[in-house]
């Protein structure tokens, strides 16, 4: 259902509904909570057409997942359980790979810049990462 007085869809009248729209283009991730906070359902769509791009269920041992940030015009970084990866338009989702997995990704901007650390106890930098495999392209050191 679109309210067209407030711009939103609400989806789920019953339930609890947030979504996230993507800053390069007119897709937007949905997503839905019970009163309890769990069970989640996420569902990508274009804010310019009727129906749903694709539903992605998060199964119920992970009733803690979320959207973190756009990261691409068809990738978010989502948090799922213990794990961060990569949720793509399509439903797919994977892990981050292991030479990034200690890394903590802050304040992601539209341009895909963003601060970051490379592990625990790293210092935080201000760079540019490639997302389709972490490269860093560039970087430089935040002084505290």
């Known amino acids: 259902e679109y309210r067209a007085a407030n711009q939103e869809y609400d989806l789920y009248p019953h339930l609890g509904t947030s979504y996230s729209k993507c800053p390069w283009n007119d897709i937007a991730i949905f997503?839905?909570?019970?009163?309890?906070?769990?069970?989640?359902?996420?569902?990508?769509?274009?804010?310019?057409?009727d129906g749903p791009i694709i539903g992605y269920h998060v199964p119920?041992?992970?009733?803690?997942?979320?959207?973190?940030?756009?990261?691409?015009?068809?990738?978010?970084?989502?948090?799922?359980?213990?794990?961060?990866?990569?949720?793509?338009?399509?439903?797919?989702?994977?892990?981050?790979?292991?030479s990034v997995r200690d890394w903590s990704f802050f304040d992601i901007k539209d341009d895909s810049t963003c601060n970051f650390r490379r592990g625990h106890g790293e210092p935080l930098e201000y760079g540019l990462i490639q997302w389709d495999d972490f490269k860093v392209l560039w970087s430089d050191i935040i002084e505290l």
């Open 60 to 98: 119920g041992e992970h009733p803690d997942a979320w959207p973190i940030h756009w990261l691409t015009e068809d990738k978010l970084l989502f948090h799922s359980g213990d794990t961060q990866g990569i949720l793509c338009t399509d439903g797919t989702f994977s892990s981050l790979p292991d």
């Open 31 to 49: 997503y839905r909570v019970d009163g309890g906070g769990s069970y989640p359902y996420f569902e990508f769509r274009s804010l310019n057409m």
